[in-house]
Structures are given as C-alpha cells and as structure tokens.
C-alpha cells in the first residue's frame, strides 16, 4: 500500500523558507504514471493547491504561489519536495503531500498526514 | 483564482439523504468533468470521495454519488450516518491562472 510522509521543521521564521520533504514508500516515483504534488490547509479553513509535478519534468503550480514555489523530484531517494521562499505568517498551514490519479485533474487518491508548518519569529 | 462556492453547512438525520452543492463558471465546472470531492474528518487529512464528476474510488460507499449540470456539480449522501459527519470539499480544474481550484468546504452534520 502506498504510503507518504512529511517531513521538515514546523517553525519557520518570516522571510525565509519552508522547506518539506514526502518520502514515498510503497511506490516508485519514478513510474511515470502519476504526478506528485503539495496542497495545504491554513488552520481552521479550506484547502489550498499549491502545485504538482511529473517525473517527466512538467511541474504545475498555483498562479498566486508561482513566484515563490518549486516542487521537485529526488529519485534516488523516492521522495519529493516543496520549497516556499520568502515566507509570512500567512504560509502557516498543514502542508500535505499528494499523489494524483493518472489522470492528474481528476483528483488525489493518496494524502500524507500533514505537517503543520507555523510561520513565526 | 476564485474558490468555488459551497454552502458552509448541510445537516440531516440519520438514514436521511442530502446533497451538496458546488458552483464554479463556465472556466471550470462548466466545461470539464475534473470534479472531484473529498471528505475531511477532524484533525485527518482529506479522502478522495469521487473523481472525474461522479465516479467512485475503490473501496468508497455507494451511498456517496455526484453530478452535475451546467456550472454546479453536486455530492449526495444517502442513508446518512454518524460517520458521514464531516467537512466536504469539491475541487475542479480550471483553465484560469491556477489550475485546480477548491471549493469553499460545506460541514455536514448528522443530528
């Protein structure tokens, strides 16, 4: 069974960047079948997307995150990653990591638990 | 981007049906069949309910169905349960600057 895993510090001082990590066990990444993504959830309110990519390369992220977002791929350890720069105490969320269907519109079957990163001095 | 708009809440009895609504624009819910929802439960993280407007993941109830017409996409819940007590999300592609766009959530609670 597929599993995902957060990883990274829960504070993180303004200004500067949230960096996580979705170890993926289970599955490959490197399948080439699935996008791998990132979407949060500030506390108490709703979901937020914030971008996905492929192992082919194509990455997608959200226009209002786009300036400060990467995602990317690490193979060789089966894990993928969000950096988000420049961070305000608005950025303080629950990040989860995602895994897509196929088809990488048609939804998220696979969700890690979530870290709650807080953006604080 | 705009989120998609939910009703904040929807309740009902036991055994009873209710259906959440999702409106979006002609940019998302009205010309794709990307719709997708989740339910959340507290503290966890969500779970893919339906994809691709009205299809079903492995192992989901049957009493969860979807659809939608023109800009609204719809979930029902049929023979509510306790269990069905949670936060509901509808989520869409769209051919705005972001690509995904989630709904504004709908809190279902069973009295």
């Known amino acids: 069974q597929l599993q995902l895993q957060e990883s990274g510090p829960g504070l993180v001082k303004p200004s500067e960047t949230l960096s996580l990590t979705c170890t993926v066990s289970?599955?490959?990444?490197?399948?080439?079948?699935?996008?791998w993504g990132w979407i949060r959830q500030p506390p108490g309110k709703g979901l937020e997307w914030i971008g996905s990519?492929?192992?082919?390369?194509?990455?997608y992220s959200n226009s209002s995150l786009e300036s400060r977002v990467t995602i990317s791929l690490d193979t060789s350890k089966n894990r993928f990653s969000l950096n988000l720069r420049s961070v305000t105490a608005a950025d303080t969320a629950v990040y989860y990591c995602?895994?897509?269907?196929?088809?990488?519109?048609?939804?998220?079957?696979?969700w890690g638990q979530g870290a709650l990163v807080t953006v604080s001095s | 981007q705009s989120a998609l708009t939910q009703p904040a809440s929807v309740s009902g009895s036991p055994g009873q049906s209710i259906t959440i609504s999702c409106t979006g624009t002609?940019?998302?819910?009205?010309?794709?069949?990307?719709v997708s929802w989740y339910q959340q439960h507290p503290g966890k993280a969500p779970k893919l309910m339906i994809y691709?407007?009205?299809n079903r993941p492995s192992g989901v109830s049957n009493r969860f169905s979807a659809s939608k017409s023109g800009n609204t996409a719809s979930l029902s819940i049929s023979g509510l349960q306790a269990e069905d007590e949670a936060d509901y999300y509808c989520?869409?592609?769209?051919?705005?600057?972001?690509?995904?766009?989630f709904g504004t959530g709908t809190k279902v609670t069973v009295l």
């Open positions: 989520c869409s592609y769209s051919s705005s600057s972001t690509p995904y766009v």
């Open positions: 002609s940019s998302d819910i009205g010309n794709y069949n990307s």
């Open positions: 289970g599955g490959s990444i490197s399948s080439g079948t699935y996008y």
């Open positions: 995602v895994r897509s269907l196929p088809s990488l519109w048609s939804g998220y079957d696979f």
């Open positions: 691709d407007v009205s």
């Open positions: 990519v492929y192992f082919g390369g194509s990455t």
